[in-house]
């Protein structure tokens, strides 16, 4: 399975003065965990890296302290993650039939999740993980009053990773840019042009680290993971 990691952004929502994928979260960038996620995986073996061309030498030292058989590339960046995308997709190899996309921003996401995508998108033109809505939404006007409450029971909150047939979702991204969308994933493409789109169950801790408060949250929701994967060891040695 192919898989391309959207890394080119600025983090400009982080305050950060540098890309926030090379942010540490418990000792290790925020990139370096996506990527360990990725290498875990049963099925990833090709793995594109999109990114600004000024964090490619973090990103290669990165690299070469990984251990991993998968193969890696770095490819150029967007001004926007759709095109960031765009241009990663333009990069895969011309046998990839289907692909994920999983931003690197999502660095806790499991190795299962990821799995469990590349398992359902040889099946469907398109999927993505998601995960139902909890707070009550409402749809406000631009003087701040609210026109609708939606029914809770229809809204999910879309993560990555998303997985497609590489022929369409080509096709879409050129049609968007033909057509001048502007949408913040590949999904929305997928529907505009009137392609079905499956849910696959994300995961509640695959949270997007946007903000301090994201680190934040991500270093709690890492450091009980790592003590839970750490007693299942201890567990199968025996002590
Ligand atoms: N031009 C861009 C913008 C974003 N991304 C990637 O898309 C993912 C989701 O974007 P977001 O969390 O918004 O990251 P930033 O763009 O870095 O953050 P901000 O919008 O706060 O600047 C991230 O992994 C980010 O690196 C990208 O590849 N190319
Ligand atoms: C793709 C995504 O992570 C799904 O939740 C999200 O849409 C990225 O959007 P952002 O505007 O770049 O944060």
């Not at 793995?47 to 030498?57: E, M, N, R, T, Y």
């Not at 029971?153 to 969308?181: D, M």
């Not at 529907?191 to 789109?197: A, I, T, Y």
């Amino acid at each position: 399975m192919y898989l391309l990691i959207p890394a080119a952004g600025m983090g400009r929502r982080m305050g950060s003065q540098r890309n926030k994928l090379l942010l540490t979260l418990l000792g290790k960038s925020l990139l370096s965990w996506t990527l360990e996620a990725a290498f875990k995986s049963h099925y990833i073996n090709w793995i594109g890296i999109i990114g600004q061309p000024v964090d490619f030498p973090d990103f290669q030292k990165m690299i070469s302290g990984l251990s991993t058989n998968k193969s890696i590339e770095l490819i150029e960046g967007g001004s926007t993650r759709q095109e960031s995308v765009y241009k990663g997709l333009q990069a895969l190899p011309p046998e990839a039939e289907q692909v994920l996309i999983h931003d690197g921003a999502r660095c806790l996401a499991t190795p299962e999740l990821l799995d469990r995508c590349a398992e359902e998108v040889v099946k469907c033109p398109g999927l993505i993980a998601a995960v139902p809505v909890k707070d009550t939404i409402k749809v406000v006007d631009s003087s701040g009053l609210i026109q609708d409450t939606p029914d809770r029971r229809n809204l999910w909150a879309a993560q990555t990773p998303q997985g497609f047939e590489v022929k369409l979702l080509k096709e879409c991204h050129e049609k968007g840019r033909q057509l001048g969308w502007e949408v913040t994933d590949d999904a929305a493409l997928f529907e505009k042009c009137g392609l079905p789109v499956k849910v696959v169950a994300g995961e509640e801790t695959n949270l997007k680290v946007t903000t301090p408060v994201d680190l934040r949250v991500a270093e709690f929701i890492l450091t009980e993971a790592l003590k839970k994967e750490e007693g299942r060891s201890k567990k199968e040695e025996g002590v």
